[in-house]
C-alpha cells in the first residue's frame, strides 16, 4: 500500500515570493507521482507528473517539482507565486504497475496575499 | 470537448432517501473512480472500476454502491444516506495504464440533513 503525506496543511506567502510545497510518500514499489491543483469550486487540474527519468519535472503555470528517490520525496516549488496561484495542492502516488488506483495526501492550502 | 460531467452539482437531501450521482465521460477511458473530499482529510477513493462490470472498493465505500454497465457511466448510489455522507464527492477517469493522470469532473456538494 501507498502513503502520502504533505507536511504543510497551510502555506501563507506574499505575491512574488518563492514556495515550496513538501510531498513525502511511502510505497513498497516504484511509483509514479503526480501534483493536481483545485481553485475554488472546482475540481482537480493536473499540474505535472514524474514517471521515469529526469528527476526534475516541469508543469503548468511554471511550477515544478523534484523527485527525491532516497528520501522519497516530490516537493513543488514556484519561483515567484502570483495571486492566482491561491488554490488547494493535491500531492498524489501510484504504483507504476498498470492499472494502479491513485493515493492522495490530505493537501496543502496555498493562500498568496499582496 | 474532453471532459467528466457530474450531475447534480448540488443536493441537500434527508436521511434514508435513496439517491444517485450520475457521471459521464467522453474520452473512452477504461477507468472510472469515484472520490470524497473532506476537510482536512483529502481525497479517499470510494469505489473504482477498470472497465465495464468491473468494480472494486476504495478506502471508504461503506454506504455506497456503484455499477459500471456502459463505459462511459459510472453512477454512484446512496441507497439509505445518513448525515455523515455530507461531502464533497468527484468523478474522475483515464485510461487504463496508471501513468496516465485522471480527469475530474467539477464536484457534487451533497448535503444529507
Known amino acids: 500500500a501507498q502513503s502520502v503525506t504533505q507536511l504543510d496543511s497551510q502555506v501563507p506567502v506574499f505575491e512574488e515570493a518563492p514556495v515550496e510545497l513538501r510531498c513525502n510518500y511511502s510505497?513498497?514499489?516504484?511509483?509514479?507521482l503526480f501534483w493536481y491543483v483545485q481553485y475554488p469550486n472546482q475540481g482537480l487540474q493536473l499540474l505535472l507528473k514524474?514517471?521515469?527519468?529526469?528527476?526534475l519535472v516541469k508543469g503548468i503555470n511554471g511550477f515544478e517539482a523534484e523527485f527525491n528517490k532516497s528520501q522519497t520525496s516530490f516537493h513543488l516549488r514556484k519561483p515567484s507565486v502570483h495571486i492566482s496561484d491561491t488554490a488547494e495542492y493535491f500531492c498524489a502516488v501510484s504504483p507504476n504497475s498498470g492499472y494502479s488506483t491513485l493515493t492522495f495526501g490530505k493537501g496543502t492550502m496555498l493562500l498568496v496575499s499582496p | 470537448e474532453a471532459q467528466v460531467t457530474q450531475n447534480p452539482r448540488y443536493l441537500i437531501t434527508v436521511t434514508g432517501k435513496k439517491l444517485t450521482v450520475t457521471c459521464s465521460q467522453n474520452?473512452?477511458?477504461?477507468?472510472m473512480s469515484w472520490y470524497r473530499q473532506d476537510p482536512g482529510l483529502g481525497l479517499r477513493q470510494i469505489y473504482y472500476s477498470m472497465n465495464v462490470e468491473v468494480t472494486d472498493k476504495g478506502d471508504v465505500p461503506e454506504g455506497y454502491k456503484v455499477s459500471r454497465k456502459e463505459k462511459r457511466n459510472f453512477p454512484l448510489i446512496l441507497e439509505s444516506p445518513s448525515p455523515n455522507q455530507t461531502s464533497l464527492y468527484f468523478c474522475?477517469?483515464?485510461?487504463?495504464?496508471?501513468?496516465?493522470?485522471?480527469?475530474f469532473g467539477d464536484g457534487t456538494r451533497l448535503s444529507i440533513l
Open positions: 474522475a477517469s483515464r485510461p487504463g495504464q496508471g501513468n496516465q493522470p485522471q480527469h
Open positions: 514524474y514517471l521515469s527519468g529526469s528527476t
Open positions: 510505497s513498497s514499489v516504484s511509483v509514479y
Open positions: 474520452m473512452n477511458h477504461e477507468y
